[in-house]
Every structure is written in structure tokens, then in C-alpha cells.
């Protein structure tokens, strides 16, 4: 199959992919010129992702996406009429706040990158304090906003001096969670629980959350709580649901986490009519874990091949996109594909905007301006009303089971209150009706 990121689509495209190249050779990505040629100042791109832990999902398309944006500056980047060579530098953060820390202030400090990115979204709770104190621009994704700002003690019109991310909101989940939840024939009774970390807890604050949109719709709230990342036992959760008379189980929960909540629920006969649970259904390996009983489980969608949109680095469609990923991997496309390739976007737009890459501030600032058409769709972060945040789209689907499909099952869109780009393809199902 054709690599979406080798194509060529405009004159600026082409001006983006001419290198500073020596007689004799390209210049390879991160390595001295050899031969008489002076070597060009490198600038460093830092990226945290979690490769591994209760969160490695979230990255499975990092490596994917980092080897093809190599590949697309491995003559280097054209700015302000120079041609820089451009070095990314990994790190795996294990999906925990402490090794997040101590591999972002590696970056920062020994590795001194001259921007930081991360889907990783947790690593800005651990490096974001470092990043504003000694002035390094730093982009994450992959978490609603309301936890980036929160955690660290900003609101939306404060932000932060060189910390920016962009995402969906906790409160766009519960908005699309309670227009998905009133299409259904349901006892309104809905059953949650949390994990214990900042995501977690901003999709169960009592005012901007799930639990906020719960009490204007007039649905039952059934509250477990939250439960720490090392957690194995969900008996007592199921308990308190089967007690409530609990029909729409939902919250916020890790994959690994959720087999075994579901495990429980079985053994205990515990059946909701509809289960909603972010993080837990954004991946297609945490519904195929469930085997057939994951047929119906539903989550929010914020990106899917089915967006109208496309790279601004290489003008490859969101379906050229999937459809690259599962050619090369073989495995079936991921939400995360779309954030990861726009998190670069983002990245190297703002650098080519600053002028020289080598200004850190000249970097934040053009970061601060940036309204750019990416993968996900606008990332605006100019006009945005919530300060160093671009908010993003999203909107609902349910998994359904694909008998003569190439994987076992689908992520359906059956919704799209806050997403009018994102068209609905099928009606959403109580369980019962799917299982049946």
C-alpha cells in the first residue's frame, strides 16, 4: 500500500521536505554532517509516551506514527528560510506520575529539547511545573481539559505560561453521554465509578462532570466511588450497583481494569441495558477482551476514519490513515492514530511559525496563535475561550459485533450532539437487545 506520508500535495509541502543536505548525501535525523559540511544546530523535539502500564493503549500508534514523521524530516525542517535537522527523543513514561517525571526531566534537562511534546497526557501533572519554571514549550493531548488545567491549580482564563494542550472536555462527555443515554428505553438509574487520578475525577466533579448533567436530566445516580490503579477486586462495586437497581453502568475505566469489573459482573449476574464507560472502549483490544459480551459496550468517539479531515503535513486522509495502520501492523485502527499524527502537526507547525526554533518563547508564542486544520480536525488554540487549551470535537459510538467482519467487532457512530462533522451510522442498542 501506498505510504500516506510520502505524498506530496502542495508547493509548501515540498518546502517542508527539501533538506539542507552535504554534498554527497542527506542529512541523516540527529547525526553529525559528515565531509566538509558544517553541521546545522539540531533542534530537539522531546516526546513522552506511555509504551507500557495500565495506559500503554493510549501510545500503541506512537512508534507507528514517530518512524513516518521521521521519515518526513530526515532532510531536515524549513524555517524562516533555514533548513533545521530535526531529533525526536522518546521516552517511555510506564503510565505512572513518577516515571513520567523523572523521564520528561531527562528530556528537559540532560537532553535540553527545545520542545516537548506528549500523548501521555498524565506527563503534564509531573513536568509541567518544570517546563513553565525554566521556559520550554510544552503540547499534550489525550486528556479532557479540564484535569490539564485543574491539577495544577489554573482555571480557563489564566492557563498556563508555557504549557498548552489540546482535547475534548470532561463536560463534552457528559453532554454527549446524557443526549446518547436519552434515545433509550432505560430506568434512568446510572451506576458509576472512577478511576482514582485526575481524569478520573474531573469526569466525576459535581459541577462541570458526568454527575453535573445526571441531576438536570432527571437520572438516579449511583456512586461506587473511585478506586486506586492497583485495584483487582470489583465485588464490592457490583454489589452496590446490583443494590441500586443500576440499568447504564458508565465512569471512567482502564481496560485491564474493566475485564475484570465485567468478569465480576457475570459471576454475580449483573446485566445493565447499557454500558458507557470511558477509556475503557476507546480501543478495539479492551472490547475484544470481553469476547462475545462485548458486543453493544459504548464510549465517546474523538476520532475515527470517518472524520472529514486531513493532515496538514501530508494531505492524507483520517481513512488513509486506518487503513495504512492496519496494512502495516495488522492490527485494527485506534482513536488514538488521529491525536498522535496532529500532536506533530501541532509541533512542527509551531516551530516553522516562530521563525527560529532555536527562541523558545518565539516557539510559545506561536503555539499561543496557532489555528491549524489537522488529522482531528481544528485545533485552535488563538480563538479558543479557554486559555492554552484548542478544544476538539467528539462524539458517541457503540461497539458492534462483525460476525463476517475482518476484526471481531466495530466501532459504530451513533451520535454526534457536539460533533456535526462526524456522521452517525448506526441506531444505538440496549444490551439486552443485542444479546439477546
Known amino acids: 500500500m501506498r505510504d500516506i506520508y510520502a505524498r506530496r500535495v502542495d508547493p509548501e509541502r515540498r518546502a517542508f521536505l527539501r533538506g539542507a543536505a552535504c554534498t554527497g548525501g542527506a542529512l541523516a535525523v540527529g547525526l553529525p554532517v559528515l565531509g566538509g559540511c558544517a553541521r546545522k544546530p539540531i533542534i530537539r523535539i522531546g516526546y513522552l509516551t506511555s509504551a507500557t502500564g495500565i495506559r500503554a493503549s493510549f501510545s500503541e500508534s506512537a512508534d507507528w506514527n514517530v518512524a513516518r514523521v521521521r521519515s518526513l524530516l530526515q532532510r ?52 509541567g511545573d518544570l517546563c513553565d519554571r525554566i521556559g520550554v514549550p510544552f503540547v499534550s493531548t489525550l486528556i479532557p481539559w479540564e484535569p490539564f488545567l485543574y491539577a495544577r491549580q489554573s482555571s480557563a482564563d489564566q492557563g498556563f505560561p508555557w504549557c498548552f494542550a489540546f482535547s475534548f472536555g470532561a463536560h463534552d462527555v457528559a453532554v454527549n453521554y446524557i443526549a446518547q443515554w436519552n434515545q433509550l428505553a432505560t430506568n434512568r438509574v446510572v451506576g458509576d465509578l472512577y478511576l482514582d487520578r485526575p ?177 482531528v480536525g481544528p485545533v485552535n488554540f488563538r480563538d479558543s475561550p479557554v486559555k492554552s487549551v484548542a478544544v476538539t470535537e467528539m462524539a458517541m459510538g457503540q461497539w458492534r459485533r462483525q460476525p463476517r467482519g475482518r476484526f471481531p467487532f466495530e466501532l459504530m457512530i451513533t451520535s454526534n450532539s457536539t460533533a456535526p462533522h462526524i456522521t452517525p451510522q448506526a441506531e444505538m442498542k440496549l444490551l439486552s437487545q443485542l444479546n439477546d
Open 76 to 127: 531536515g525542517l524549513r524555517i524562516g528560510g533555514r533548513t533545521f535537522p530535526i531529533e525526536i527523543v522518546t521516552r517511555d513514561t510506564q503510565s505512572t506520575p513518577s516515571r513520567a517525571a523523572k523521564a520528561g526531566t531527562d528530556l528537559l534537562l540532560h537532553d535540553q529539547v527545545d520542545l516537548l511534546l506528549a500523548d501521555d497526557g498524565d506527563s503534564h501533572y509531573a513536568v
Open 199 to 375: 481524569t478520573g475525577h474531573a469526569f466525576a466533579d459535581a459541577k462541570t462532570g458526568v454527575p453535573a448533567e445526571l441531576s438536570k436530566h432527571e437520572y438516579r445516580r449511583i456512586a461506587a466511588g473511585f478506586y486506586p490503579p492497583e485495584t483487582e477486586d470489583f465485588s464490592s462495586q457490583i454489589e452496590t450497583f446490583k443494590a441500586g437497581d443500576v440499568q447504564i453502568l458508565s465512569g471512567l475505566v482502564f481496560p485491564t481494569h474493566f475485564k475484570r469489573l465485567w468478569e465480576t459482573a457475570e459471576r454475580e449476574q449483573f446485566r445493565p441495558e447499557v454500558c458507557t464507560v470511558a477509556a475503557a472502549f476507546l480501543f478495539p483490544e479492551g472490547v475484544q477482551a470481553l469476547g462475545t459480551r462485548g458486543d453493544g459496550m459504548s464510549t465517546e468517539v474523538w476520532w475515527t476514519p470517518k472524520v472529514p479531515f486531513t493532515s496538514s503535513l501530508t494531505g492524507a486522509t483520517a481513512q488513509a490513515f486506518a487503513d495504512e495502520w492496519e496494512a502495516t501492523t495488522g492490527r485494527q485502527w485506534t482513536q488514538p492514530i488521529g491525536y498522535v499524527h496532529a500532536l506533530f502537526e501541532v509541533g512542527l507547525e509551531a516551530l516553522k511559525r516562530s521563525g527560529d526554533p532555536r527562541d523558545r518563547a518565539a516557539v510559545r508564542d506561536a503555539i499561543a496563535n496557532l489555528s491549524l486544520d489537522t488529522l
